[in-house]
């Protein structure tokens, strides 16, 4: 299989651009736009009957899950348990009857993910699987394989996989919470038609990148960075700070921004930028208190925003990035996009190997 970069300098920058239309066709496997309707699944479990979900995966793919944890428990009121794969393996977990397992992975080869499912497969459980590579040793050991259409992803630090991810556990939770009878058959609706839109806001998100650009070229100068949000924006800013770890070096730490005053505030100075995610609604007024807990202390604050957000925001931030007004269920797969792009000309300016960082695998096949 030859695939190539096009005009783009980076396989990274040409999979951050291809998320509208690789997202597009993962959403039309579980759903007809025109119909706007589910496409029919062949599940191993029945989502009305289930007590309890575990979820299981490395990287990436974990905060995918992390993120899936908020949208299963808030829409479908489903009990989700989640833990990373190396964790998940040896910690000799009781698994009720009445439970199913989720696998979550790009490669469907990562070894600790694997000896996950493993284990769930001798405690009896059913077993789905989300995974990009269709032939995977995780795709032919699962029940049901939930696929992300990403196509091949070549780049180390996961992009196009990660979205496409966080598109087929929303389909899954909205699915589930009609199953489950938690959501009324208008709201089903609704949020078939919020999943539809995805793609265009993604791309619309693109058209930022000259902005963020500009952006990360501060941050190329720093040592440290932290991320905050609330609500899956937590998850969102552990991936932030991953995503530039990862391929620019600088040291970033994803936290839960009212965990702020339990550590991480410590750290805080006029050369320390804060990276928060907060789009307007339920928790913005809460973040923003945290952003004034940072401003107070002279940290220089970069906001990701949407429109209202950016004007009711009552803090003065060094950056604020503004984008499209995004519905709560498909929000993270639009704010996952700035978070790349951040991290991608950063290590652009730092002159790293973006497509190959140093240390990684872009599968972890050995423990
Ligand atoms: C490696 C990659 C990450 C990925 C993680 C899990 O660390 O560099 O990008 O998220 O493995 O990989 P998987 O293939 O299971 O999603």
Redo the contacts with the bound molecule.
Sequence with gaps: LLVDKGNHRHFMEKEIHEQPEVISHTLAHYLDFAGGTWRPLDMPFDFAKLDRLTIS?????YLAGLIGKYWFERLARLPVDIDIASEFRYREIPLAKGAAALFV???G??AD?LASLRYCRNAGIPIASIVNVGGSTMARESDLVFPTLAGPEIG???TKAFTCQLAVIASLAARAAAARGTITREEEKTLIRQLCEAPRLVSETLKLQHRIEKVARELAHVRHVLYLGRDTNYPLAMEGALKLKEISYIHAEGYAAGELKHGPIALIDETMPVIVIAPHGRMFEKTVSNMQEVAARGGKIILITDGKGAEQASVKAFETIVLPDAPDLIAPIVYALPLQMLAYFTAVFMGTDVDQPRN?????TVE
């Excluded at 995966?57 to 793919?61: E, F, K, L, S, V």
């Excluded at 990684?360 to 972890?364: D, P």
Aim: with cysteine; net charge neutral.
């Design positions: 995966a490395c990287g990436t793919a992975s790009q490669s080869e990562t993910t180390v630090a996961s990684l695998a872009k599968s972890v």
